[in-house]
Nanobody
Framework: QVQVVESGGGDVQAGGSLRLSCRASGLDLDVFNMGWFRQAPGKDREAISCIAFTGRTTYYADSVRGRFSISRDTAKSTVYLQMNGLKPEDTAMYYC??????????????????WGQGTQVTVSS
């Protein structure tokens, strides 16, 4: 049974940092691409970062490039999202998912199959 569980969210002031973790059980990170998404109230879900199953390809949305960094530890079946320089507009529910497509040019949300329940990030000004 596949299970994806996010953790590490919380409340932080603008300019601060958080590291989100995503533990995936029942699937192999050497087979699945892993992505991070976020959804703010009243907005569409946004694909923000992914790391390919090879570990050699990553993608960042323009909104987070240069501030966020994705990594993984295959031995722990865990993917991380280091978020620095947080802004109030980063406030959202953050989701981790396993899926089929992660390219340097994008990560179509529709190709992600296994989703976690999300972890809330709130950035105050």
């Amino acid at each position: 049974q596949v299970q994806v569980v996010e953790s590490g969210g919380g409340d932080v002031q603008a300019g601060g940092s958080l590291r989100l973790s995503c533990r995936a059980s029942g699937l192999d990170l050497d087979v699945f691409n892993m992505g991070w998404f976020r959804q703010a109230p009243g907005k569409d879900r946004e694909a923000i970062s992914c790391i390919a199953f090879t570990g050699r390809t990553t993608y960042y949305a323009d909104s987070v490039r240069g501030r966020f960094s994705i990594s993984r530890d295959t031995a722990k079946s865990t993917v991380y999202l280091q978020m620095n320089g947080l802004k109030p507009e980063d406030t959202a529910m953050y989701y981790c998912a396993a899926g089929a497509v992660c390219m340097t040019t994008g990560m179509p949300t529709s190709t992600y199959k296994y989703w976690g329940q999300g972890t809330q990030v709130t950035v105050s000004s």
